[in-house]
């Protein structure tokens, strides 16, 4: 199961565009990366994603190099709202023990 | 609406007592989970259940017991042995092989505390 490496935390300013890499060096062939977004005292949610190259939903970008050994999570002018903390994981769905590293914790200042 | 119910959101527990947290999903996924989560920290995995009937420890099943009777229903019991019960509880489900994918469904979660 591939681990992750996140930076412990990140400060930017309201309408910003922030980006957040994460590392996963032993990521497998069959593994997808996937963002989820958590506010205090509630359950993570899912942001996106991507397996490959590029992927944008309503909310987020994600980008992804050919060696896969890293991905960014973009996230478009961002607001306080997106003040939250940030984690990147790797599996697939033979995965059943997700990990879960300690996130990035993103402090969006007006 | 299809989604993933926890109960109850705050507990208190006195010392050698135990509790059962609640956990039920409407989303027809295999798998479900039961997550730790200490203050500044990431979750950790208590229980995982792939199928009805069967679920296996996760890295810090000790004091904890679970129960997976039905497929919507995956029930986390704190018993008397966790000695330090206190933390945020999250419960999780997934599609599981159904789809490539690790989009993983979570509940709002417990907050237990030891009085």
């Known amino acids: 199961l591939a681990k992750t490496t996140q930076p412990i935390s990140m400060d930017s300013y309201e309408g910003q565009e922030v980006n957040i890499t994460c590392s996963h060096n032993?990521?497998?062939?069959?593994?997808?990366i996937t963002w989820y977004q958590q506010f205090p005292s509630q359950g993570p949610r899912f942001i996106i994603q991507g397996y490959k190259t590029k992927v944008t939903n309503e909310v987020a970008s994600l980008f992804i190099p050919a060696d896969r050994k890293s991905s960014t999570l973009s996230l478009p002018r961002v607001s306080l709202s997106d003040t939250a903390v940030y984690y990147c994981l790797v599996g697939d769905d033979s995965n059943y023990q997700l990990i879960w590293g300690a996130g990035t914790k993103l402090i969006i200042k007006p | 609406d299809g989604g993933i119910t926890q109960s109850p959101k705050y507990l208190f527990r006195k010392e050698g007592q135990n509790v059962t947290l609640s956990c039920e999903q409407n989303l027809n996924h295999d798998a479900m989970y039961w997550y730790r989560q200490d203050p500044g920290q990431g979750l950790r995995l208590i229980y995982y259940s792939q199928i009805v009937n069967d679920f296996q420890k996760g890295d810090i099943a000790e004091g904890y017991s679970v129960s997976r009777e039905k497929k919507e229903s995956f029930p986390l019991t704190v018993t008397s042995a966790q000695k330090n019960p206190t933390a945020f509880y999250l419960c999780?489900?997934?599609?599981?092989?159904?789809?490539?994918?690790?989009?993983?469904?979570f509940g709002q979660g417990t907050r237990l505390t030891v009085v």
């Open positions: 999780a489900s997934r599609l599981g092989s159904q789809g490539r994918s690790t989009e993983a469904f």
């Open positions: 032993n990521i497998a062939t069959n593994d997808y």
